[in-house]
Antibody, heavy 119, light 111 residues
Framework: EVQLVESGGGLVQPGGSLRLSCAAS????????MNWVRQAPGKGLEWLSY???????NYADSVKGRFTISRDNAKNSVYLQINSLRAEDTALYFC?????????????WGQGTLVTVSS | QSVLTQPPSVSGAPGQRVTISCTGS?????????VFWYQQLPGTAPKLLIF???NRPSGVPDRFSASKSGTSASLAITGLEAEDETDYYC???????????FGGGTKVTVL
């Protein structure tokens, strides 16, 4: 069973930093690209970043320069480093992957980790 | 402003059929990228309803169906039930943005 478990969220002051983690299991991690998506309170889903199996990286324009995605294949984990946190970064952060097997591709999501930016 | 456009809300009486549209462009849905549909309760992870445009994962009732044509897609809910009252999102991939794109979400209200 594919499982994604996020951690690392919490209450942070404006200007602070956080490193979110996502532990993957139930599939061959090295064969899957990984995404981070967030959802601010009462708002829609916003894609943030993607890292491929080979380490190629894409970011949404809204987070370029402040967010850094990385992965550790030995630990089956993907990370999101968030710097210079702002109030508008307050959101539930999800990791997600598009798992392809048996001729079809199905997205899987973690349960999310909550980041609250407030003084 | 979401890349994919959904109506903010739709409503219907129990037992009725409602549809939710998802309009994209030539760089996402129109470029033949798959469309996915999710149901989401507040504060929880999105639940996959439809993958690869029109396929239901096991466990999703056949009251939910979806289609795709050109630069648009749609989700239909037939036999509307009270438990269907929540938010729904469409998702695809955009070649110009090199990432996932979402609709702004549609709130379904059961009258």
């Amino acid at each position: 069973e594919v499982q994604l478990v996020e951690s690392g969220g919490g209450l942070v002051q404006p200007g602070g930093s956080l490193r979110l983690s996502c532990a993957a299991s139930g599939f061959t991690f090295t064969k899957s690209g990984m995404n981070w998506v967030r959802q601010a309170p009462g708002k829609g889903l916003e894609w943030l970043s993607y890292i491929s199996t080979s380490g190629a990286i894409n970011y949404a324009d809204s987070v370029k320069g402040r967010f850094t995605i990385s992965r550790d294949n030995a630990k089956n984990s993907v990370y999101l480093q968030i710097n210079s946190l702002r109030a508008e970064d307050t959101a539930l952060y999800f990791c997600a992957t598009l798992y392809c097997g048996g001729g079809r591709c199905v997205p899987y999501w973690g349960q999310g980790t909550l980041v609250t930016v407030s003084s | 402003q979401s890349v994919l456009t959904q109506p903010p809300s739709v409503s219907g009486a129990p037992g009725q059929r409602v549809t939710i549209s998802c309009t994209g462009s030539s760089s996402n849905i129109g470029a033949n990228y798959d469309v996915f549909w999710y149901q989401q309760l507040p504060g929880t992870a999105p639940k996959l309803l439809i993958f690869a445009n029109s396929n239901r994962p096991s466990g999703v009732p056949d009251r939910f169906s979806a289609s795709k044509s050109g630069t648009s897609a749609s989700l239909a809910i037939t036999g509307l039930e009270a438990e269907d009252e929540t938010d729904y999102y469409c998702q695809s991939y955009d070649s110009g943005l090199s990432g996932w794109v979402f609709g702004g979400g549609t709130k379904v209200t059961v009258l």
